[in-house]
Structures are given as C-alpha cells and as structure tokens.
C-alpha cells in the first residue's frame, strides 16, 4: 500500500534546538495531519491543516499545508525532552481512507 | 469523555489460535479502522468500515477478520491463518476530517 516519504527517519537532537521535518506525496491531498506517537501508546493529533498554504500553530508546534498541496511540514521550537517520540503526517485526498507517512523519531539529549 | 477504548492493552496468544481484539467508540463516528504497527514502522492498514454491516479490505487483511454489527464497535480477530501476528495495533475512528486513535493492543505469540 501506498506510504508518504517522511524525514528525516529519525533526529537526534540537543534540548532547546528547532526541529523540522517533512511529508512529501505522489498525490494531491485535500487535508493533511500531523500525530505524536509515544511507546506503547496511540497515536495524538497534533496538528490538522485543510487549506493548501495554510499555516497553523499549536504552542510550540507549527504545520504548514504546501502549496502544491502534495507536501507538508512541521517544526517543533525549542525542543524539550518530552518531545521524545515519533511524529507521523497522514494525508487525505478526501475519502474515508487516510494515507501514513514512515514516522520521523525524535530524540532530544538534555 | 467521548474516546476509542481498546482491550485488552496486552494479548497473548498461542500458535494456531484466533484472538479477538475489542474496539469501541462513542464518539458518534461513522468510519472505523484497524491498523498493524511493527516495531520502527509506519501504519499498515488491515481494514476499514464506513458504515454499519459493511467493511473493506485494506493492505494487509490476509488472516484477519472484522465485523461491524454496532456503530460503535469494530472488533479484529486474529486468525490462525496470519503467520506473523506479533505486533502492536491500532484501532481509529473518523467522521469528516476529525480521525481519533485508539491506545493499541500488543499482541504476542508465544
């Protein structure tokens, strides 16, 4: 089935740093997501954009819908170590059925 | 508080039996899902169910079944025809662009 590149795969990063990562797709998408998964847990919704271009904020967090509507982004300011997880980008073209990214796995060194 | 409630958190299972893993959702969504996570991947779609008595195969469906008799329960079983059942899974519920994750169930074979 089909899989969105994500990447990186996985970030080591120092606390206090930014982070970015990206979702790129074959397809045209119509809503994009953004999740948080930690071990042993379900997936939580981070982030959910709807608009091609649209930009949106969740503390910390930023996501932004792309403008060819087949990428998109996030960026995690000043992380902390409970930002340790990994973070999946799931696309909809508008059916019931959402398409999931690799998971990138965020590991921030105090 | 309306959420997705999946039981049991830890499965055992012997080689050649079926299990029955439970999900339930009161959260008034039409589409229900179950996914299969292996260890450092991503989301693999086993099935999916947009209305009631009705449900589609998604990329992995081979030795598992589903049922969708209530709106509010989408029960995956585990047959002895799936070779490798060890994994975590994920059961999700959507109504318009709103898609809400279960709390996984890990199933092991021993």
Not at chain 1, 56 to 78: C, E, H, M, V, Y
Not at chain 2, 84 to 90: E, H, K, Q, S, V
Request: contains cysteine.
């Amino acid at each position: 089935g089909q899989q969105l590149n994500q990447s990186p795969q996985s970030m080591f990063i120092q606390e206090g740093e930014d982070v970015s990562m990206n979702c790129t797709s074959s397809s045209i998408f119509n809503t994009w997501l953004w999740y948080k998964q930690e071990p042993g847990e379900g997936p939580v919704l981070l982030i959910a954009l709807y608009k091609a271009g649209e930009l949106t904020s969740n503390g910390r967090l930023t996501a932004q819908f792309g403008i060819t509507r087949k990428d998109s982004f996030l960026n995690i300011s000043a992380s902390i170590p409970s930002d340790v997880g990994i973070y999946f980008c799931a696309g909809s073209s508008g059916t019931y059925k959402y398409i999931f990214g690799t998971g990138t796995r965020l590991k921030v060194l105090a | 508080d309306g959420g997705i409630t999946q039981s049991p958190k830890y499965l055992f299972r012997k080689e050649g039996q079926n299990v029955t893993l439970s999900c339930e959702q009161n959260l008034n969504h039409d589409a229900m899902y179950w996914y299969r996570q292996d260890p450092g991947q991503g989301l693999r779609l086993i099935y999916y169910s947009q209305i009631v008595n009705d449900f589609q195969k998604g990329d992995i469906a081979e030795g598992y079944s589903v049922s969708r008799e209530k709106k509010e329960s989408f029960p995956l079983t585990v047959t002895s025809a799936q070779k490798n059942p060890t994994a975590f899974y994920l059961c999700a519920s959507s109504m318009g662009r709103s898609y809400t994750f279960g709390s996984g169930t890990r199933l092991t074979v021993v």
